[in-house]
């Protein structure tokens, strides 16, 4: 056990995009004493984790996918492709923490297993697995949006005896599909990035799918060393536009389906969708996400194009996707749909043919067996929520997150959570996180934090703490813009429908750079929504 505690000003969960920076930030900027720690045994976070065959950034990524603050590094990084594979972002925050000296402040393979806010101190008290204690004034939880593994509950699953591997725990060593039956189930961005590479050296691949997906071409290609130097020449304005739309510089059409004919409507689709990447649905029509009858349009479209794909109508079939386009995370593909037309993959239905078991060497479906040697599992995270709740702080009175969050997620501007003094979340429920630029998202809502900070110490202030009627407000205020739309109607991990059992609400802000001036006014503003304490002594 502990003997001796550690005192900080600032404990940094997480040491992925917003864990790193708020690092930086916090120490650099602000002169505070930061520790941080990370179960993973290097920086990155969820790209640290998330190694698997074929994954690359799911967004229109170099070089915006990427901290924004310094024009040094701006200029230095040298992206190579315009839709960045997971190796070249992981070297790239490597890169960061030894520009910016961060690992001498990170403690790496070793996860928080306990953090108690104590009253009197005005304090987080923290334990590690390594047997540590640490007391700060601030507990800045970077514990990231997509990280806790859903892991299926099949019958039997634990007795399948062969290779096992989730997509967001992939071995740090080389895993060989050669000459092998691999099953993979899921077809979320994971299994969409993982599949094609997978059949090209797998003896057969037969994918379990639940929900048939709408992706969009990512046309993936190498970023010519120009293009690259005319964003940095024009650095200053791209990240002016990415702070005002929505996290990415692009100017988005803000025309309306009706004022054009069918036909014209359609050679905008065309173009949008050879151009690759998410345009078909940012920049088609301006109500796509809201009206129906426009959203079954561009849906139509999609399918036609999965059709005029696949070589046989029987899987084509199977791949129409039935919801609401782009009401579930949309999905950036190098190839997908044509990997269905190889004679070594296979599509299994599981609405039309469920599963009822596993055994040692097959999964039963109730069609029939399918033998498989390894089984993928590409079934996504407890999202947005789960690695907060794996955290489970203890707030004022006693009181654990995991109670406080049984039946609704509340938070107070998605960083902040009533009875939870000092402790900040970036991209927690309700800010807009996994909606908006995640390493922007995360830059700007640690200067927020920062400005918290600051506020507290020229006041002479122990806690801050967000109201309950303040948290109130503030999921009407969120629920509201998302009830504008399409997104609450389908089934997915942004309103929690992924996990059985976890309540159903719509987990992020919709209006990125609207949300953002909000953070911003509250500060200008003396922090409307929080109680402060003054510092007592001691
Ligand atoms: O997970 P998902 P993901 N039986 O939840 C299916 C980000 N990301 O890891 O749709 C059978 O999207 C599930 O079916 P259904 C990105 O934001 C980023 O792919 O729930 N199937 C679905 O098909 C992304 O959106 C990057 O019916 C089951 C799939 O598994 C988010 O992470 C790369 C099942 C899960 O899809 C999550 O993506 C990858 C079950 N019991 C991901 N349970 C990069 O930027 C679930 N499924 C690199």
Request: proline share 4%; aromatic share 12%.
């Amino acid at each position: 056990m502990s003997t001796q505690i550690k005192n900080v000003d600032a404990i940094v969960v997480g040491a992925g995009f917003g864990g790193l920076y708020a690092l930086h930030h916090l120490r650099d900027k602000l002169g505070l004493s930061v520790r941080a720690f990370d179960g993973a045994g290097g920086v990155g976070g969820t790209w640290w984790y998330n190694r698997y065959p074929g994954a690359r950034v799911d967004a229109p990524s170099s070089p915006f996918y990427a901290y924004t603050f310094s024009d040094e590094l701006v200029n230095e990084w040298e992206w190579t492709e315009t839709q960045t594979a997971q190796a070249d972002v992981l070297a790239y925050l490597e890169h960061f923490a030894d520009r910016f000296d961060l690992t001498k402040d990170i403690q790496f393979d070793t996860w928080v297993t306990d953090a108690r806010w104590d009253e009197n101190a005005q304090r987080w008290n923290v334990e590690t697995d390594a047997g540590e204690a640490v007391s700060a004034q601030f507990l800045v939880c970077a514990v990231g949006a997509l990280f806790v593994a859903n892991m299926p509950d099949y019958p039997g699953i634990d007795d399948f005896a062969g290779e096992l591997y989730h997509t967001g725990r992939w071995p740090h060593e080389p895993v060989s599909f050669e000459g092998k039956r691999v099953g993979v189930m899921g077809t979320g961005s994971s299994g969409i990035q993982s599949i094609p590479e997978i059949a090209k050296t797998a003896d057969h691949v037969t994918v379990f799918q639940r929900t048939p997906q709408y992706s969009l071409p990512a046309r993936n290609r190498p970023l010519a060393p120009q293009e690259l130097a005319s964003y940095r020449d024009d650095w200053d304005t791209l990240r002016d536009s990415m702070f005002k739309r929505g996290g990415w510089p692009f100017e988005v059409m803000r025309r309306q389906a009706a004022d054009y004919t069918a036909e014209e409507r359609h050679a905008i689709y065309e173009a949008l969708w050879d151009e690759g990447g998410m345009h078909l649905a940012i920049n088609s029509f301006i109500t796509v996400l809201m009206d129906e009858a426009v959203n079954e349009e561009v849906s139509e479209f999609v399918r036609g194009k999965i059709r005029a794909t696949i070589n046989d109508p029987e899987t084509a079939r199977k791949l129409m996707p039935d919801y609401y386009f782009a009401t579930k995370r949309l999905i950036l593909d190098n190839g997908y749909f044509e990997t269905y037309n190889r004679s070594n993959v296979s599509l299994v239905d599981l609405r039309e043919e469920p599963i009822e078991s596993f055994t040692s060497t097959s999964v039963r479906t109730s069609a029939g067996e399918h033998a498989i040697d390894m089984l993928v599992l590409a079934t996504g995270f407890d999202a947005v929520t789960g690695s907060m709740l794996n955290l489970n702080p203890q707030g004022r009175d006693g009181v654990r997150l995991k109670d406080k969050w049984e039946s609704r997620f509340d938070t107070y501007l998605g960083t902040t959570i009533a009875g939870f003094p000092n402790l900040f979340m970036i991209h927690g429920p309700t800010s807009p996180g996994v909606l908006y630029t995640m390493p922007l998202g995360g830059e700007r809502t640690t200067q927020w934090i920062a400005e918290c900070i600051r506020h507290m110490r020229e006041h002479g202030l122990g806690a801050m703490e967000a109201t309950d009627d303040a948290a109130e407000i503030w999921d009407r205020e969120v629920n509201a813009l998302a009830d504008k739309t399409l997104y609450p109607k389908t089934n997915s991990w942004y309103v929690g429908a992924n996990i059985p059992g976890k309540p159903r609400q719509f987990l992020a802000h919709i209006r990125g750079s609207r949300y953002f001036d909000r953070l911003t006014e509250i500060a200008e503003q003396g922090f409307e929504g929080f109680v402060f304490e003054a510092r007592r002594a001691g």
